[in-house]
T-cell receptor, first 111, second 113 residues
Framework: KAGVTQTPRYLIKTRGQQVTLSCSPI?????VSWYQQTPGQGLQFLFE???????NKGNFPGRFSGRQFSNSRSEMNVSTLELGDSALYLC??????????FGPGTRLTVT | KNQVEQSPQSLIILEGKNCTLQCNYTVSPFSNLRWYKQDTGRGPVSLTI?????NTKSNGRYTATLDADTKQSSLHITASQLSDSASYICVVSLNTGGFKTIFGAGTRLFVKA
């Protein structure tokens, strides 16, 4: 079974721009969660989607948004990028249990 | 407040030696505790998952313990290898009907030859 895939793997953007990241979960997994990871901060929860509905949301500004499609693929969008948005963005999928499977991440650099 | 604290923040050991990483949590109601290994620039990979009734779980050279009374967990690595150099993250899930997880900040392990 293929693992969680994320595209692109690396991205460089300029302040003020917007960016869209993509995540394809493991086949059959309907839940996708997104996390931001910065040095020294650990993983910070962004949001979780299940069957195209956002079920949980972390404490991030409205510039961070996401969606999930009927095939469970998910996208995350960040508008009006700031330097502090530079991070590794991880998505994780799961089926009905608590075990999460993480993708390799997208490294976003904002200059 | 639901929190997961890990110690030490970082650790350097010689190849072949054993080490133990600690995780203390103040999460309630508790559902399960997981340990992940994360190589630099990669996504975390699950090592073990333990529920309330389990107090030991092994995965090769990795052995996790859980004391639900004291709300402490440890990850013991036996006969360390250079490839064990990574961050180890403790994650606790709440039993709230939804899926809520609290992540520790991780312990950065360096294994030297």
């Amino acid at each position: 079974k293929a693992g969680v895939t994320q595209t692109p793997r690396y991205l460089i953007k300029t302040r003020g721009q917007q960016v869209t990241l993509s995540c394809s979960p493991i086949s059959g997994h309907r839940s996708v969660s997104w996390y931001q990871q910065t040095p020294g901060q650990g993983l910070q929860f962004l949001f979780e989607y299940f069957s195209e509905t956002q079920r949980n949301k972390g404490n991030f500004p409205g510039r961070f948004s996401g969606r999930q499609f009927s095939n469970s693929r998910s996208e995350m969008n960040v508008s009006t990028l700031e330097l502090g948005d530079s991070a590794l963005y991880l998505c994780a999928s799961r089926s009905s249990g608590y075990e999460q499977y993480f993708g390799p991440g997208t490294r976003l650099t904002v200059t | 407040k639901n929190q997961v604290e890990q110690s030490p923040q970082s650790l350097i050991i010689l190849e072949g030696k054993n080490c133990t990483l600690q995780c203390n949590y103040t999460v309630s109601p508790f559902s399960n505790l997981r340990w992940y290994k994360q190589d630099t620039g990669r996504g975390p990979v699950s090592l073990t998952i333990m529920t309330f009734s389990e107090n030991t779980k092994s995965n090769g050279r990795y052995t996790a313990t859980l004391d639900a009374d004291t709300k402490q967990s440890s990850l013991h690595i036996t006969a360390s290898q250079l490839s064990d150099s990574a961050s180890y993250i403790c994650v606790v899930s709440l039993n709230t009907g939804g899926f809520k997880t609290i992540f520790g900040a991780g312990t950065r392990l360096f294994v030297k030859a």
